[in-house]
């Protein structure tokens, strides 16, 4: 399963330069990380990957999954 371990923000400035910023409010990382979670369940679906149901569940993880009967 792949996962995003680590992101930032990658600047180009009118001016040409180049710009890395990693450190934001938690109200835009929280929009990131969550479109970044959706990004990996999409790219690990596409790959084949059995950790998600055909239903979006994840089946791998019981903390987010309710227990199977």
Known sequence: MKTVTAWSV????SDGTEEVLADMPSYVSREVDNWLTHLEEDINAEEGD???????????????????E
């Open 50 to 68: 059995d950790t998600y149901d055909e239903f979006g569940v994840n089946t791998k993880n019981s903390f987010n999954t309710p227990p199977k």
């Open 10 to 13: 990658n600047v180009v400035w």
